[in-house]
């Protein structure tokens, strides 16, 4: 039976008792099988006398909906989301940037429409988020970065983590 079949078959099911056939109606509710939600019985009697045919499937389909809630992504992540468009932050630190200067994690896509920003204008490179002046090396955003670890716990895991990456693991602890 395919997903299709289920579905239509839940939709099917969901106005008539499964085992006897009753129709919901306003005196008579009926009630959803926990295991698997897709189909209804007027009474705990017509549950059992139904058990043997619906096994199968009830077991098939409540395993698929475990597996719905098991694998289904977070709405969110506790990286929390892109101060500028609010989006939710990639778990994939490839996909955005936290800057040195106000210590806030920015998408690469308000990163990218900056840089746009500032190519056009001919402007001077700014941070997308506080418009504080790039630095202009890797000494600089370090001791940018340095000075903002006794006001920022963000900036603490930040360093720790390049650390780590650098192989410097008494350091990043």
Not at 27 to 51: F, G, M, N
Request: with cysteine; glycine share 4%; hydrophobic share 30%.
């Amino acid at each position: 039976m395919s997903t299709k079949n289920l579905e239509e078959e839940a939709d099917d099911m969901m106005m008539y008792c499964a085992s006897c056939g009753t129709a919901e109606v306003d005196d008579i509710k009926l009630k959803t099988c926990t295991a698997c939600k897709s189909v209804r019985y007027c009474s705990v009697k017509c549950q059992k006398k139904h058990r043997p045919q619906h096994k199968q499937a009830c077991k098939k389909r409540a395993a698929e909906l475990h597996d719905e809630i098991l694998f289904k992504q977070p709405e969110s992540t506790n990286e929390g989301g892109c101060p500028i468009c609010c989006l939710p932050i990639s778990l994939d630190q490839k996909k955005s940037t936290m800057m040195s200067c106000c210590s806030k994690v920015i998408c690469e896509g308000c990163v990218y429409s900056n840089d746009i920003r500032i190519y056009q204008a001919s402007l001077e490179r700014t941070c997308p988020f506080c418009r504080h002046p790039a630095p202009k090396s890797k000494e600089e955003e370090e001791k940018n970065i340095m000075k903002r670890v006794q006001a920022d716990p963000v900036a603490m895991v930040q360093i720790g983590l390049r650390r780590n990456e650098a192989g410097d693991y008494d350091d990043a602890f």
